[in-house]
């Protein structure tokens, strides 16, 4: 069964230096997602990409943090300056857009920010 | 604003017994919801959907219930089994912001052998 698959799966980095998140969408989607999840909460919407531009974004997207669809597989999420509240799993998902509104995730990347 | 949200946190049933788990939802304008699964470490899981032009829909040991009178989604497992332990999430849809789900907080699951 084809799966979106995220790298790392766990990446720990020092406060103000920017990680850069990889993710492999599934081959037939459109649309892309970067969602977070703090440990314990909620996941959180973070963005979405259709089309080779931000569709749409949530308050926590802030200038920090940019996507990019570099090639027809990888979409990346980069956070520039990390900041320690920005520890938490990320997940990205991706859906066709044609036959409805299913979003498939991925295992997540977990990010520590010391 | 969009908002969706969970009557409870938590739910302990043995096995065998069916799982029912409730979720609200404030967003009128939400045309469709989805219950995913979570288990530890790994992301959320779909489990099934609904749109909001119909009340039931039904997969393998699951079912959803949709009221848009009262704003409500449950979902209903079946037999439930040492493998359906884990946290569930609701997260609802619409045409206004068409191309993003908003989760609810999360309901964990867990089932007493």
């Known amino acids: ?114 | 604003g969009e908002s969706v949200g969970l009557h409870l946190p938590t739910l302990s049933v043995q096995e065998g017994d069916n799982s029912i788990i409730n979720c609200a939802y404030s967003n009128s304008a939400s045309d469709y919801f989805i219950w995913y699964k979570q288990e530890s470490g790994k992301g959320p899981q779909f489990i099934i959907d609904i749109r909001s032009n119909m009340d039931k829909r039904q997969g393998q040991r699951v079912t959803v219930l949709l009221n848009k009178t009262v704003k409500h989604l449950s979902l209903q497992i079946a037999a439930t089994q040492p493998g359906d332990s884990a946290v569930y999430f609701c997260a609802e849809g619409s045409k206004t912001s068409y191309d993003k789900v908003i989760f609810g907080p999360g309901t964990s699951l867990s089932v007493i052998p």
């Not at chain 1, 090639?71 to 920005?86: P, V």
Request: hydrophobic share 35%; proline share 4%; glycine share 6%.
């Open chain 1, 1 to 114: 069964e084809p799966e979106v698959t995220q790298t790392p799966s766990h990446q720990v980095t020092q406060m103000g230096q920017e990680v850069i998140l990889r993710c492999v969408p599934i081959s037939n989607h459109l649309y892309f997602y970067w969602y977070r999840q703090i440990l314990g909460q909620k996941v959180e919407f973070l963005v979405s990409f259709y089309n080779n531009e931000i569709s749409e974004k949530s308050e926590i997207f802030d200038d920090q943090f940019s996507v990019e669809r570099p090639d027809g597989s990888n979409f990346t999420l980069k956070i520039r300056s990390t900041k320690l509240e920005d520890s938490a799993m990320y997940f990205c998902a991706s859906k066709t857009g044609f036959d409805g509104n299913t979003i498939y995730f991925g295992e997540g990347s977990w990010l520590t920010v010391v």
